[in-house]
């Protein structure tokens, strides 16, 4: 009894761990334009649009969190191997990883913005400056939590998977659910807040992302000050609900069955998950009905 | 962009001579394996790594990525990339089966399977949270008239100018499918790399079964990750860029993928097992 309350414990930690992760790993992405609207910021100087958007998308969010989650739990491993204290160890494995990421946004923004010369868009440094702390400073609470959260699934629930190799999967794991789920706030609410709410930008729109803001022409810290207050809490419930669940069932349920009682409850949370989607999915076509004849559209 | 404005191509045909080449080195492949390590727990786990491989190729077409467009609303779909999304679901899966790895194969693979499967429903479930209240879009498929499961008529639903957006509930199941597959793809080619390195290890390194155990499952768990990640990309380039569902022409490319993958996993499958018994 006693050993599944401190499983359950151990299993609201690690959600509470992943839920921040998710929402600092969305932020993150989103401020350096990582997901796939990048695409949007890479195209608007070739159409013409100049802007001041950070742009450090040159991987995926999910091999890219899959890096850094994976540098920082194998040097922090490392670093428990020579009996450092593992909170200073995570601490200080999470850190170095962030270097790394600060390297990579550095060089991946001079590289990208460089490569649209031709059509007239500056590197701004002080762009550089002031974004590439910020970026760092979200990742570093992104990889921190997540390679903490692997130290306990490790050290504490006993998987057989060393923490780099967790630091990997969940690495991976974190960045698909975050850039599944904030992406298309990031891309279609913020970066074409101009267009109508309720439809999706027409194609002829592509590149045409807004660049002003209440003054002055909008920067990526802008942006992440906007996911935040949707995007990010999101991909971090996603996330979390996700890492919690998983877990849960197999601490609960793992003994009962001989192993088919996690089997089953993982079934039973995927069909309540299902008649959820549905539901949303019904309501918005009930509330939102349909668009019409193109001409009245958007509305 | 590119994405979006490209036709659909339903073009399932096989290149016949691509496929019989493709056949003879998958046997050749097996062959070889079967000659080097005799008929034997290493032959078998080489065919468990196909069948695993296999698993996780079908799987990925079932996944709806509507990468880039996706992110604007133009595209049906998750705003990521087909390989990024299946392999995030797959490893999750292969977390759980890799914990559930001693109450045997069974049970792990079809954990391994579950996990999957519920990384992808939570996953697909915000999306489609993200896009009704977030953005008051509603869900559209841009390949289908109807929804093959629910029924729903999906054209008036799709906003002037895009190919659709979010995830009609074909989209969702397929998602969940995917997982599943690649979950218990992954989780299989895990245990059958982990029973060779469990086997061979002590006598290689001369050491006790339980002081090698870490370095096995360390072994066998970076080189399922790996072949996960071979059989996702190479059904990435099978898709080429986006896709919806099971529901999507470009589904029925998905016997190409087979052969490749194949292949792959069992040329993977064999220089994972002849580290250990060379």
């Known amino acids: ?299 | 962009m590119s994405a979006v404005g490209a036709k659909p191509q339903a073009g399932g045909a096989m290149d016949m001579p691509a496929t019989i080449a493709g056949i003879i080195l998958l046997l050749v492949i097996i062959g070889a394996t079967y000659f080097m390590v005799g008929p034997g727990l290493m032959f078998m786990a080489l065919i468990g790594i196909i069948i695993g491989g296999l698993a996780i190729a079908f799987g990925v077409h079932f996944v709806p990525v509507g990468g880039a467009p996706a992110a604007m609303g133009q595209a049906p779909g998750i705003a990521t990339g087909v390989a990024m999304l299946a392999a995030g679901a797959g490893l999750a899966g292969l977390f759980g089966g890799a914990w559930a790895a001693e109450q045997g194969i069974v049970v792990a693979v079809v954990t391994g399977a579950v996990g999957g499967g519920l990384m992808m429903a939570i996953t697909c479930m915000f999306v489609t949270f993200i896009y009704v209240f977030g953005m008051g879009i509603p869900c559209a498929s841009g390949k289908v008239a109807k929804d093959p499961i629910s029924g729903d008529t999906q054209a008036e639903f799709k906003s002037q100018g895009t190919e659709g957006h979010g995830l009609p509930f074909v989209s969702y199941v397929g998602g969940v499918i995917g997982g599943l597959l690649g979950g218990g793809g992954g989780t299989l080619i895990y245990i059958m790399l982990l029973d060779v390195y469990k086997e061979a290890l002590p006598g290689m390194m001369q050491a006790l079964p339980a002081q090698v155990l870490p370095i096995a499952v360390s072994l066998a768990g970076i080189f399922a990750i790996g072949m996960f990640l071979v059989n996702a990309v190479l059904t990435a380039y099978n898709i080429t860029g986006t896709i919806e569902g099971p529901h999507d022409p470009k589904f029925k490319r998905f016997p190409r993928a087979l052969v490749a993958s194949a292949v792959a996993s069992a040329l993977c499958g064999m220089v994972a097992i002849l580290i250990v018994a060379m």
């Open chain 1, 1 to 299: 009894m006693e050993s599944i309350a401190f499983g359950i414990g151990i299993t609201a930690l690690a959600g509470a761990l992943a839920t921040v992760a998710g929402a600092a790993e969305n932020t993150e992405s989103d401020i350096g334009s990582q997901g796939d609207p990048n695409s949007q910021v890479q195209l608007a100087p070739q159409m013409g649009y100049l802007h001041r958007i950070f742009n450090k998308a040159i991987a995926g969010e999910p091999p890219a969190y899959g890096l850094w989650v994976c540098l920082g739990a194998g040097i922090a491993w490392a670093f428990m191997a020579m009996q450092i204290n593992p909170i200073l160890a995570l601490v200080l494995g999470s850190a170095l990883a962030v270097f790394i990421q600060g390297v990579y946004a550095t060089t991946a923004y001079l590289g990208r913005t460089a490569s649209l010369a031709k059509f007239g868009q500056p590197v701004f440094v002080d762009v550089l400056k002031s974004m590439t702390t910020v970026t760092m400073a979200h990742a570093f609470v992104a990889i921190f939590t997540t390679v903490t959260m692997c130290h306990l699934i490790n050290a504490a629930l006993g998987h057989p998977f060393p923490l780099p190799l967790l630091g990997l999967v969940w690495g991976i794991a974190l960045g698909a659910a975050g850039s599944a789920t904030g992406n298309p706030f990031y891309g279609k609410e913020r970066q074409y807040q101009s267009q109508k709410f309720g439809a999706g930008v027409p194609i002829a729109a592509s590149g045409n992302i807004v660049r002003y803001a209440e003054a002055g022409e909008r920067n990526s810290l802008d942006n992440g000050w906007f996911s935040a207050k949707l995007g990010g809490p999101a991909s971090g419930l996603c996330f979390g609900l996700i890492v919690f669940l998983e877990i849960w069932r197999t601490v609960l349920f793992e003994h009962v069955g001989a192993g088919w009682g996690a089997i089953i409850v993982g079934i039973i949370i995927i069909l309540i998950f299902a008649v959820i989607d549905r539901y949303i999915e019904v309501w918005a076509r009930k509330n939102y009905g349909p668009y019409g004849k193109p001409a009245e559209e958007g509305s």
